[in-house]
């Protein structure tokens, strides 16, 4: 009866839902107020009910509010999901992947064995069916191939793990046990679902830990997704600017910079681009460390001793 009443009295919403789904929500309401709803001169929705009580009122509106805006906040998660994680899949492969391969790599040739790495990863998007539809996620990034050029020449350290060779082996030697698909640095290998969800329905504590870096990446993952939104509307407006007076003509949007200058519009960009490229390097960092603590969890478990 007791367990009843604490479900009964739980909190309906997790802190994934409060930190993500609302936070991203309440983030993206202002941005779109700015980056799409001014240029376009839109108003936004204004809801009027035909009850008596401001009280009531007040109640149902911002009940109504916060409904859009945690629907906003699974809007963008899922494309975040849809157009950052999924092209960094294509790029480096999946993180499991990376992990298992880069710690045994030498520090003097780190750059070269990722880089290769990349190359043979984009080779095999090419020769795969669904090649069009990753070409077009890879397509969202084109504002930022410069930032991209210049960290792929020798910047890797996001996703260099740290974990040493024997831990590997004890996780291959569990993971046979257990009847586990053993850790294999191959394209189709799944090795690395069936021990994540050992550890979040065993291990308590490091499924608390895991849950802190899942919900930080997803929230890395969503703001590089509005900023590099930001980064295509601010640069339409900066070509615009740019070319304007020329014969070239281009739907002309409100000015989003104070000034009347193209040259208004650089220091948000540059902004734009260092908030991307902090937000996007933190969140490749922590998807190694999210995988990281699931396998140091799965190495240094211990079944409990029965009484």
Not at 4 to 15: D, E, Q
Not at 82 to 95: A, C, L, R, S, Y
Not at 209 to 223: I, Y
């Amino acid at each position: 009866m007791e367990s009843m009443g604490k479900s009964f009295f739980k909190p309906p919403f997790a802190a994934y839902d409060i930190i993500v789904y609302f936070g991203m929500g309440l983030f993206t309401v202002p941005f779109i107020d700015y980056f799409i709803f001014k240029p376009l001169k839109i108003r936004l929705p204004k809801i009027n009910y035909e009850l008596t009580g401001s009280l009531t009122v007040d109640i149902i509106s911002g009940l109504s509010l916060l409904f859009v805006i945690y629907i906003i906040g699974h809007a963008i998660v899922y494309l975040s999901g849809q157009f950052i994680q999924k092209p960094m899949e294509v790029i480096f492969g999946k993180t499991s992947r990376v992990v298992l391969f880069s710690h045994s790599v030498e520090p003097q040739k780190r750059n070269l064995v990722f880089r290769t790495h990349i190359q043979d990863n984009i080779r095999r998007m090419w020769q795969a069916g669904g090649w069009k539809t990753d070409l077009a996620r890879l397509a969202f990034h084109l504002p930022i191939c410069i930032l991209y050029l210049l960290v792929f020449r020798g910047i890797f350290g996001y996703y260099y793990s740290r974990i040493p060779e024997c831990i590997f082996e004890d996780i291959a030697k569990k993971s046979d046990e257990m009847g586990f698909p053993c850790p294999e640095d191959t394209h189709r290998s799944r090795w690395f679902s069936p021990i994540r969800f050992f550890i979040i329905n065993n291990c308590p504590g490091a499924a608390s830990r895991m849950f802190n870096f899942f919900t930080t990446m997803s929230l890395l993952r969503s703001l590089c997704f509005l900023f590099l939104l930001a980064i295509w509307l601010q640069g339409y407006t900066f070509v615009h600017e740019m070319i304007d007076g020329a014969r070239i003509t281009l739907p002309k949007p409100e000015r989003y910079s104070t000034g009347n200058d193209w040259k208004d519009n650089i220091p948000l960009l540059i902004l734009l681009y260092g908030c991307y490229l902090t937000s996007w390097l933190a969140y490749l960092r922590f998807q190694r460390r999210y995988i990281e603590e699931t396998l140091y969890a799965f190495a240094f478990y211990k079944e409990p001793k029965k009484d």
